[in-house]
């Protein structure tokens, strides 16, 4: 066993060795809001992605998809918020291609080495005659300390930049991770109006990359909801330098858990921070199922009550309205008998075998008037659990939405 | 072929022969609103029911439909509002037995012949002090002119009583049908926090009768959505009570299919009228999928872009945000290809292909500005179709709701 020192998360953008970054104002959005963002690695990076299951994809994600299969290196990714760049058909498929060949051109490298990421409105063509120039500023702009203009720049309704750094050693070297990603509607399994760019100086063997990827998101991005919408260009890009020298990565490795632990760590404070920010959000819930008869139930379960709008209503006051997750629970697919169930408000038992249990109505208000509270449903059916992270739905979701 | 004169539906409760209502104020709601109601029909009828899928079922639906199972004859039904019955165990049970019972003994009826309904808040014990008392009191109210007033109790969160009155001939005989329903909170597929209560005086055989019912639910209540939540609670009843002296109407009778036209059109009023005064609701959108791969395929399209809560707010201005309803598809289980999907608002073209069609904004959001458009969604697969009736989703619903 070594020992390590415990992982630490800071809340800002501080760049892995080799990387640079940028966010500048290219007149994309109507509030002059920087709206463009680029990160680039000084030598190519080994490349992992995971991306929409929406069957209607972004140009952008089909294009990144078919490069992480393909090349699977990238030296930089363009981002523009404002327009996704989805439902433009041909011409946005044109028009992705030439974001990621402007911004090859002033650098000098491939096209293919550029990864292109849009958000924003579904269905307008992308104003390349603002993107252009947007591009070369950008080239102009990149620095080591750029990452905190970037996280800025690829928000749309996000309240908050969302970022992380964390560091960990591999073969003795200290290696960094840095996580840049925004939210925050269209917020729901499998993806989410969501970007996340991760990016890291150790080396890490391809493969394994694209699995630790896929792993983290299924534990972080995946596992949120703010509106059971799952958006069309939802993307989670990670870069792997090299630069921190060591061998690479991969699970046999003695730093490979240290690795495994930084991105999972990242990701799940990420994906939290996008449900604390969703789109009127006030509070995070975490639903948790457990006593599951099979795992599809447990997940099921889970989201159909984070999921619905009159549990997720109920909690913008401070009523414990359990009536409404019974009822959740008894319309989801999975497998429920409503004379064993049990329902805790944190620690407090709110409902027994179906029916209200000991804790008075006011104990469990003091609950639900919490920033955060952990809603522990048992089944008491079988031995699987899932956890979904869901928030409050007020007025201002509508409001920003309408 | 059989001349008939078209059928007409006006916006009453009168009560065909032989039934008698009254709704009367127990004191179950804090707003000393009506809050009992209680239909009789005065010699036993006969009875159809269906009810929620909910796997969490108030005691009243269990109890109702063992009685429609097992007995299928009714001579009153009593409703109240305020509380649900539901989560409420067998002490509930007990209740919704005695509340049957008690009505009975005010007839010297059987309490087998009574059907018990509940709506309200989810997880409290009815309060039987009001309730005994309630009853009695209906049971002096009772007269061939209260269907109004019962219609009335039986509100929750409705804004407007909801019934229909039409007429049909049967063996050359005047026949009445009366419907009256509540909404308007948790509507979604297959029964919603709905009640209808479906009376006639046609003589109708037992098995066409329970048939045609849920024939008529399947294509009203069941196709209406406000926000996919589905309740504990959901009932409709329908008593024939045979006074009209025709032959048992079944398939075959060469009246069958106006009862059954009756039956259908009225259904169909009651469910429309419940999107149209769904919570927070100001305005009705039918979302009709056609060439969908299959009937399931198209049905799950309709049921995503409908229960979208993203597409909801939209609607809430006059902003045609398609973009939304392509995502909505895209994440939908059923089979879709984005370059052939066709999108009408109202006969407006707005998407062709996947892509912006010929309709100019400003025109598109005239429609979307109306109390009441169609959209229409051609995928091009197929040669199935599905039709779900929604609404908008406002801030007042969250305030409804919170």
Redesign the interface.
Known sequence: MKSTTPLTFSAKATLPVGFRAAGIIAGLKKNRQRDMALFFSDSPATLAGTFT?????AATVRLDTERVANIGMAHGIIVNSGQ?N????KAGMRDAKAMAEHTATQFGIAPELVLVCSTG????PLQMDRIRPGIEKLAGALSPTGGEDAARAIMTTDLVPKRYTTRFIANGRPCRLTGIAKGS??I?PNMATMLAFLLTDAAIDRRALQKALKAAVDQSFNRITV??????NDTALLLANGRAGNTPLKPGHRDWPAFVAALDGLTFRLAMDMVRDGEGAQKLVTVRVQGARTAADAEAAARSVAN???VK??W??S?PN???V??????SPA?????KVEIFYDKLLA?Q????AGASMARLSKVVAKKQFTLTIDLHLGRQAATVYSCD???D???I??
Chains 1, 2 share one sequence.
């Open positions: 299951t929406n069957q209607v994809k996704a989805a439902c433009t058909g409105r579904i269905g307008v509607g269209m729901q509106d059971a919408d799952q958006s069309t619905s709008f009159l209503t109920s913008v006051g009523t359990w009536g409404r019974m009822d959740a629970l008894g319309y497998k429920v008998d409503e004379t409902v075998k179906g029916l209200k739905c007020t007025e979701y509508i409001r939405n309408k």
